[in-house]
Each structure stands twice: as structure tokens, then as C-alpha cells.
């Protein structure tokens, strides 16, 4: 009990943080800081250099050092942390409530910047919007395409049923991560991002509905076969009526349990392919390629900070992991 | 008899599912906007005679079906065409790529096998190693497997210590023992990335299996003859336990080329991974077929070893098939 609690808890902070990326990210994802490159998170203070401690946090003001690889902090002013800000800025997208930010003209950089001196606490927040949307959204079309498949399959029968198999066992045989590489390959590179996004959503839903297809079928044709579904059929009960009345309910379980387990796996290969440069594209940000900026050596070895998008990566997928598994011994105790 | 028959049915329907997948791969690809030679068109350098020359020697004009039936005929005699970025046999080229996946695979694959299945009979049979292994497979689950590489990548730079990129040092022309010393080292990063990602699926399977086993009535009537425990559960709970693992297995087999990938891409591995993306990219048409055309390849050969291993490990599956 207590377990499922902790994993709802924590599904819904990550989600509801994301979901409201513009309240709770200080920048806009795509706004620059050209004149702090790889800056490190900012430390937040509570105590000034006299030694008082301030109930309200503040940063100091960072400067690039001579060097142009570290900053320091200039103490001689210190820039209040205000919460609940209201912003009005030019663009209407990025102008409203913010949870957090500080006082202009000084910088929070909660998790550091990127090379463009772009906000990553910003730009993960903002970033999971699209990673997350795409997952969810690919989720629906695979399980759709799947329900609707495999209904078809289980309740006609005979050939029907033997040539949606054939094609689910296909789908399930192929490894789905190049069966996804293969169809991008085949589809036009450059495209805008939104178009991109969509892409790789369909993509992803369409390599994915063969468990579901399969699983709905092996439901349905036990369904089939318990008595009162036999009975309603006696009393003159048509297809379509049985299956929504009857049978859907019974198949309801199954969908949410490969719902769960398929938006994390959807979420991993959109972070995937983006990481190869196949998915979403700059200047959209995505997990994954917040997480191709890893691949440069130097990053790897001088800017720890980069690293923060794999540990909300690990976040995510733990919770939907604790999720499947409160969710797993519940339909089981409700099935028993 | 029975087996050749249906092994003769399998092989059929694999050569059948491997002529849908490359007419497929055609049309797809003759959909597309663009080809490798519009790129070309860009450069002041390349003249436009050059680039018709181009055109026509490659035959990138040509109608899709006749562009088809051409590639088709040369891929029988084992020539998968020409890739224009490497200007070399798609063959040639391929043959270097897929060995060196297959030694990074297949050593994380045999690894993750050797180590899994011990340590899942294990941790079915004391509750103790049960609770650890569970909870080890849980954490390693829930890690995706990109951050475990990143991570690992990570880890050995920031140590210094490995070699990180690449199959040899410098320009490979090391020989003998300090060659072969060179890749483990080299492999080892990739391997471990690879193992970790993929040892919870065995560990659990085999756990599962077998416990499942050994709650059945002949462990126990064999536990009251006094057979000894190592014996009970490899002679007798083992093999009973076995056809879920051999589907596994086969299924491993399948996905041989594929699950290494990204490892590959992230470390810097010349295999078939980062060959096939760099393809993608380039609009190389002909690696990038041939490279679906494999992987298709091995997905049927695996499946089918599954199948034929569970064929000859399990009488029941003798005698329903036929």
C-alpha cells in the first residue's frame, strides 16, 4: 500500500511539473544567455556575507572569468528570489505565472545552462512536454490499432483472426527498435518540428500494437466462453451490443496494464531516436537531445550539470515502473 | 520426417517474409524526397556533367521496378548494390560492420546468459538471493537503458583509465596478442553497458520458471527420495523449467543486432548501429536496405533456432506439431 502511494506521489509531482512547464520553468526553453555558456546551477543563498540570514533566498550576480571556462560570483549585489511572478514579456507563450525566478537583472540557473547559456532546469521541464506527449500520444494509437485488431480478430474467428495473428506475430518478431529505425529511415528527414513530432508518435504507435492486439484477443476468446455472455447471446443479444456490454469490460484491465507499459517504452524510444537526431529537433528541446549534448567529450568530462537530464530520465521510468507494479497486484486482487 | 517438413514450411515463409520486407524497403525508399546525389548538386565543385554522369552510372533514374528487379538479381549472387558515401561494394562494406557487431553482441549476449540463468536458479531456490536478485532487477529495470550507457561512458572517462572509441588503438596496426587485448579492452565498456541493460529479463525469467517448478508435486516426491538438492534442481526442476528460457533464447538470438545500437553509437563502436544512422542520413539507399534486409535475416534465423531447440528439448511440442 504504502509503496503505491510513494510511486503515485512521485508520478504526479514529475507529471504535473511537466504538464505546467510554463508555471514552474523559470525561462523559456529557446531563450539565450549568450553571455553565460555552460554556466553551473546558481547557488542559492540564505545567508549574506555579514552573516544574517535572510528569510528570503537570494543569488548573487555570476561573471564569466578570464578564463572563459569557470565563473565566479560577484558579492557586491544580490539579487532577490521572488515566487509566484508574473511576467509580461513580447512573446505571449512565455509571458504569465512563474513559479520562481530571480530578480532582473540576475540569473537562476537551477540546473545549470547549455552551450547557448539556455536554462536546462527549463529546458528538461519543457522538453518532457514533448517527450511525454509523444509517448502518450503513440500509446493511444498502439493500443487503439491494437483493440481494435484484435477485437476483430477474436470475435470473427476463422480466417480473419489467423491473418491479424500472422501480421501481430511479424510485428512482435521483429525487433521493434529497428522496425521503428526502418520506417524513419524511409520517411523524409527535414521536416517542420510539429510535423516531426507527429511522425515519430504514428511511427511509434504503429510499431507497437501487436501485444496489445494479441493479449485483447486471448481476453476476448475466454470472454467469449463465460456464461453469462453465452446466456446474453441466447436471449438474442447482437455482436455489437455483446461486446460493449459484456465483453469490453472484461478487456478494460488489460488495456490499462499495457497502457502503463507502454508510454515509458514509447518514452524511451522517442528519447532514442531524438538522441540520434531522428526525432524532435532544435530548436525544440526533448530528453533526448537534451541528452545528445552528451556525446561530446568535453561536456562528459567539465559539466556535471549536463547529467541532470539522465537522472529525471531514471525519475520518470521509476515511477512508471512502481506504477505498473501497484497496478499489476491490483487488477490481479480485482481478478481473483 | 516431421521436423524437416516443418523446418522446409519455416524457411518458406521466412524467404517469403524477407522478399516482402526488401519490396517494401523499395518503395518506401522510392518515396522519399531526395537522394545522395541532390546534396551533391549544392557543391560548386561537382559539375553538372559530372553529377549526369553520376546519375546514369548509378542508375538513380531508372523506374522503381526495373531499379528493383536489377538490385534483386545482384542479390542473389550476394551484391547488395554500391553505397555512394563509401564509394565501396555495400557487401564489403557491411561484412567488417557486422562482424564487429556481432562480437560485441554476442559476448554481451553469452555473457548476460551465463551469469543470468546460475544466478536466477539461485534466487529461486533460497529467498534470501531472492530478495537481492528481485530487488537488483527491479532497480536495473526501471533504468533506461540509454542512461545506463551514458552513465557507464561517463563514469570510465571521468576515470581515465579505458579506452573509449573505436575497436584498436590508433591506426589498428597492432597484430597478435596486444590487437586482441586492445578490443577486450575497448569492448568492455559497451559489454558491461549491454549486460546490465539486459540481465533483469533473464535473471527474472528463469527465476520465475523455476520457481514455478519447484512448487510442482515431483519436486517434492523426489525431494522425498533423497535426491540431493544441486541435483534436484539442475536434473530435474531445470529441464522442466526449460521452454520459456529456450523462447528467450531464441528471441535473443533474434534481436542480436539489434539491441546494440545505441551502445554502439554512444561508445563509438564501428559496428552496423552507427553505420545504419550515418546511412539514414546520407540518404545511402543501398546500405541502409541491406542493413534492414540483415537484421530481418537474423530476426527469422533466430526465431527459428528457438523454435528448433524447443523442438528437440520438448517431446509434448514433437507430438502436437505434427
Known amino acids: 500500500m504504502k509503496r503505491s502511494q510513494i510511486a503515485v506521489i512521485m508520478f504526479c509531482l514529475l507529471h504535473g511539473a511537466i504538464l505546467c512547464a510554463g508555471f514552474f520553468a523559470p525561462y523559456a526553453p529557446d ?5 553565460f555558456p555552460f554556466a ?24 564569466a572569468n578570464s578564463d572563459n571556462e ?16 508574473s511576467v509580461k514579456e513580447e512573446r505571449a507563450s512565455q509571458s504569465g505565472l512563474h513559479l520562481f525566478s530571480a530578480q532582473e537583472p540576475g540569473h537562476l540557473f537551477l540546473f545549470g545552462t547549455d552551450e547557448f547559456g539556455r536554462d536546462l532546469f527549463s529546458r528538461i521541464l519543457y522538453g518532457g512536454r514533448i517527450s511525454i506527449a509523444a509517448g502518450l500520444l503513440a500509446m493511444l494509437i498502439a493500443l487503439a490499432l491494437g483493440t481494435v485488431l484484435g477485437s476483430i480478430a477474436g470475435m470473427a474467428g476463422g480466417v480473419v483472426d489467423s491473418a491479424i495473428m500472422r501480421l501481430a506475430e511479424l510485428g512482435l518478431a521483429l525487433s521493434w527498435f529497428y522496425l521503428l529505425l526502418a520506417i524513419r529511415a524511409f520517411l523524409p ?13 504514428a511511427v511509434l504507435g504503429f510499431t ?5 492486439a494479441r493479449l485483447v484477443r486471448g481476453v476476448l476468446l475466454s470472454a467469449k466462453e463465460r456464461g453469462f455472455v453465452m446466456t446474453a447471446r441466447g436471449f438474442g443479444a447482437g ?11 472484461q478487456v478494460l484491465p488489460v488495456l490499462w496494464t499495457q497502457a502503463v507499459i507502454l508510454i515509458p517504452q514509447f518514452i524511451m524510444a522517442e528519447v532514442a531516436l531524438s538522441f540520434l537526431g531522428l526525432g524532435a529537433v532544435e530548436p525544440l528541446a526533448s530528453w533526448g537531445n537534451l541528452l545528445a549534448e552528451l556525446q561530446s567529450y568535453r561536456v562528459i568530462t567539465s559539466y556535471w550539470w549536463m547529467f541532470t537530464p539522465v537522472v529525471v530520465l531514471v525519475l520518470v521510468s521509476f515511477s512508471y515502473f512502481l506504477l505498473l507494479n501497484s497496478l499489476q497486484k491490483r487488477v490481479h486482487s480485482v481478478a481473483l | 520426417m516431421r521436423a524437416a517438413k516443418y523446418m522446409c514450411r519455416r524457411i518458406a515463409a521466412g524467404v517469403v517474409l524477407m522478399l516482402g520486407v526488401s519490396v517494401l524497403s523499395f518503395n518506401l525508399s522510392s518515396l522519399v524526397p531526395g537522394n545522395y546525389f541532390d546534396e551533391m548538386r549544392l557543391n560548386p565543385q561537382v559539375s553538372p556533367q559530372t553529377l549526369a554522369q553520376l546519375r546514369l552510372d548509378y542508375g538513380v533514374d531508372e523506374t522503381l521496378p526495373h531499379r528493383y528487379l536489377h538490385w534483386f538479381r545482384n542479390a542473389l549472387t550476394g551484391d547488395f548494390g554500391f553505397s555512394f558515401a563509401y564509394n565501396m561494394p555495400v557487401s564489403s562494406l557491411i561484412w567488417q560492420r557486422l562482424s564487429n557487431t556481432l562480437l560485441l553482441a554476442g559476448t554481451a549476449t553469452a555473457l548476460v546468459w551465463i551469469v543470468g540463468v546460475p544466478v536466477g536458479i539461485f534466487s529461486a531456490r533460497f529467498r534470501w538471493a531472492n530478495r537481492i536478485s528481485s530487488l537488483g532487477s527491479a532497480a536495473l529495470l526501471s533504468v533506461p ?14 576515470m581515465g583509465t579505458m579506452p573509449l572509441g573505436g575497436i584498436v588503438e590508433g591506426n589498428g596496426n597492432a597484430a597478435g596478442w596486444s590487437r586482441i587485448g586492445a578490443t577486450g579492452l575497448h569492448l568492455l565498456i559497451p559489454v558491461l553497458a549491454l549486460t546490465i541493460a539486459g540481465l533483469p529479463i533473464v535473471l527474472q525469467h528463469t527465476s520465475t520458471a523455476m520457481k514455478e517448478v519447484l512448487e510442482a508435486t515431483f519436486i517434492q516426491a523426489a525431494r522425498g527420495h533423497g535426491i540431493s538438492p544441486a541435483r534436484l534442481l539442475l536434473r530435474h526442476a531445470l529441464p522442466a523449467a526449460a521452454n520459456p528460457l529456450i523462447s528467450l533464447f531464441g528471441l535473443s538470438l533474434a534481436a542480436l543486432i539489434g539491441t546494440s545500437l545505441l551502445a554502439e553509437v554512444v ?15 546520407a540518404r545511402d539507399f543501398y546500405v541502409v536496405i541491406a542493413i534492414v534486409m540483415l537484421s530481418s535475416l537474423f530476426l527469422i534465423a533466430g526465431n527459428l533456432v528457438g523454435d528448433l531447440l524447443l523442438f528437440a528439448a520438448d517431446p509434448r511440442i514433437r507430438r502436437t506439431n505434427s
Open chain 1, 31 to 35: 531563450q539565450q544567455n549568450r553571455a
Open chain 1, 40 to 63: 553551473p546551477p546558481t547557488p542559492i543563498h540564505w545567508r549574506d556575507q555579514a552573516g544574517r540570514i535572510h528569510l528570503r533566498p537570494f543569488v548573487y550576480g555570476i561573471r
Open chain 1, 70 to 85: 569557470n565563473y565566479s560570483e560577484s558579492r557586491n549585489v544580490a539579487y532577490p528570489v521572488r515566487f509566484f511572478v
Open chain 1, 189 to 201: 528527414l527535414r521536416t517542420p518540428p510539429l510535423e516531426t513530432f507527429f511522425l515519430v508518435a
Open chain 1, 208 to 212: 507497437g500494437w501487436a501485444r496489445p
Open chain 1, 239 to 249: 455482436p455489437i451490443y455483446l461486446f460493449r456490454r459484456h465483453l469490453l469490460p
Open chain 2, 145 to 158: 537503458e540509454l542512461a545506463v550507457i551514458l552513465l557507464l561512458v561517463a563514469f570510465f572517462v571521468r
Open chain 2, 267 to 281: 561508445t563509438g563502436w564501428p559496428g552496423l548501429g552507427p553505420l545504419f544512422v550515418q546511412s539514414i542520413f
